[in-house]
């Protein structure tokens, strides 16, 4: 393996790393979010289609809740 993926490699994994280690849900979701996203470059530069649909399909799920809780708290800020 080339460094270069190494280094991409070892990135994602600290920043996954650090994002379960933070205080609340959205901040989880977006380092997460953003880890599994150089994780799908990862993947593809050492071509590893699993790592690469794995993280693909967490990156649309933390998405997807992260737009609910913006959702949420839109709802809580309008209503008041």
Same mark, same amino acid.
């Given at each position: 393996?080339?460094?270069f993926a190494d280094i991409v490699g *070892? /990135?994602?994994l600290a920043l996954n790393l650090y994002s379960m280690s933070v205080i609340g849900e959205k901040r989880l979701r977006s380092l997460s979010l953003f880890a599994n996203g150089? *994780? /799908?470059f990862y993947g593809i530069v050492i071509?590893?289609?699993?790592i690469v649909l794995g993280c693909t399909?967490?990156?649309f799920?933390?998405?997807y809740?992260?737009?609910q809780i913006k959702i949420k708290t839109y709802d809580?800020?309008?209503i008041g």
């Open positions: 393996m080339n460094d *070892y /990135v994602a150089i *994780y /799908v071509q590893a289609m699993p399909v967490a990156v799920l933390h998405a809740r992260l737009y809580k800020d309008s």
